[in-house]
């Protein structure tokens, strides 16, 4: 099985719409800023900027966000690292924050959240009491949707476990 890269998708509408929406307000903030309301159209080039800097962001990374490989599956925008397959013993579906999650249950979660700042690792176990699960991955703007990401966890868990049985 090779590796599967998840990567952060510009294909949504509102992406675009918050993109072109950017650039507009940046032109009228210049615009502004050089002739009648200096304040106002600094002000409108700093909040807009702000806005729109994670969009641009998304639009300029090329690095996957979640990988999927036979050892296991990395998320790249924490510092866990890979989880080996034998360390996970359940993906459910979850909608947080109004948006799609993957909750991972770990069988030790003690050896991935070391690595994690203390500020996520007190965030991961209140999680935790919600029944989100030991860890979670954002499924948010991903190019993928969060059943097909679930359905392949489970496909090389699956592979993982029967390789193991052949030895």
Not at 50 to 59: A, E, K, N
Request: hydrophobic fraction near 40%.
């Amino acid at each position: 099985m090779e590796t599967i890269e998840i990567r952060d998708s510009t294909r949504c509408d509102n992406f675009w719409t918050v993109i072109l929406g950017t650039i507009l307000v940046i032109g009228v903030g210049l615009a502004m800023s050089d002739r009648t309301m200096p304040g106002l159209g600094t002000f409108l080039i700093l909040c807009s900027s702000l806005i729109g800097s994670p969009f641009i962001y998304r639009l300029a990374n090329k690095r996957p966000r979640i990988l999927i490989d036979p050892d296991g599956i990395t998320d790249m925008t924490s510092e866990v690292g890979r989880i080996g397959w034998g360390d996970i013993y359940s993906i459910k579906i979850v909608r947080l924050n109004n948006g799609p999650n993957i909750c991972v249950g770990l069988r030790d979660p003690e050896k991935y959240h070391r690595n994690i700042f203390v500020l996520k690792r007190g965030l991961s176990q209140v999680e935790n009491i919600f029944g989100t699960g030991d860890m979670t991955l954002n499924c948010m703007g991903v190019d993928r949707s969060p059943v097909e990401i679930a359905n392949l966890i489970s496909e090389y868990q699956d592979n993982f476990f029967l390789r193991r049985c052949e030895r």
